[in-house]
T-cell receptor, first 111, second 113 residues
Framework: DAKTTQPTSMDCAEGRAANLPCNHS???????VYWYRQIHSQGPQYIIH???NNETNEMASLIITEDRKSSTLILPHATLRDTAVYYC????????????FGSGTRLLVRP | DAGVIQSPRHEVTEMGQEVTLRCKPI?????LFWYRQTMMRGLELLIY????????DSGMPEDRFSAKMPNASFSTLKIQPSEPRDSAVYFC???????????FGNGTRLTVT
């Protein structure tokens, strides 16, 4: 699976949009981009995933560049409860099922 | 939907003792995963099952670790004998199929003294 690069930490003000970048320059054509987050003392939580089109759900939006070498997770109105470690993962959607976590980005939402 | 259920939430044991961690996946999910998380190594995939069959156990650190899935609704991760370096949070996760999202339990925090 392709390797991803994320900033170690970020912060944003409560109520503002949080934009979390991820580089995956070696991504293959059949690899999806997944985002998970882990709030302290809890298991990781699925947020969103996509292949090449932008995606939106009730939690966030995922913007994938046209060349698919990078993506951005957008939390439109960050709250204090969004403080967590955010993981960007790329994975082939085949029978291997593996999901390998990197170091992620620690997002701190400030009051 | 109760989600993935793990037990116990916390386990403290002495070095050399056997430890058994338990997991009940979400009903209908056919893939199950065991992960371990430490400050030093982050989240590591230990083993995953598909339709109750172990598919890849390359992440299992040593022969002291073993995992079973006797049926679709139950899995165990056993450490025998346990060592202090096994101290970590162990997560179980399940998914429906293919590229379906993983659903994680809240983990078992293991401390081996």
């Amino acid at each position: 699976d392709a390797k991803t690069t994320q900033p170690t930490s970020m912060d944003c003000a409560e109520g503002r949009a949080a934009n979390l970048p991820c580089n995956h320059s070696t991504i293959s054509g059949n690899e999806y981009v997944y985002w998970y987050r882990q709030i302290h003392s809890q298991g990781p939580q699925y947020i969103i995933h996509g292949l090449k089109n932008n995606e939106t759900n009730e939690m966030a939006s995922l913007i994938i560049t046209e060349d698919r070498k990078s993506s951005t997770l957008i939390l439109p109105h960050a709250t204090l409860r969004d403080t967590a470690v955010y993981y960007c993962i790329v994975r082939v959607a085949d029978s291997s099922y593996k999901l390998i976590f990197g170091s992620g980005t620690r997002l701190l939402v400030r009051p | 939907d109760a989600g993935v259920i793990q037990s116990p939430r916390h386990e403290v044991t002495e070095m050399g003792q056997e430890v058994t961690l338990r997991c009940k996946p979400i009903s209908g999910h056919n893939s199950l995963f065991w992960y371990r998380q430490t400050m030093m190594r982050g989240l590591e995939l230990l083993i995953y099952f598909n339709n109750n069959v172990p598919i890849d156990d390359s992440g299992m650190p040593e022969d002291r670790f073993s995992a079973k899935m006797p049926n679709a609704s139950f899995s165990t991760l056993k450490i025998q004998p346990s060592e202090p370096r096994d101290s970590a949070v162990y997560f179980c996760a399940s998914s429906l199929k293919g590229n379906s999202p993983l659903h994680f339990g809240n983990g078992t925090r293991l401390t081996v003294t």
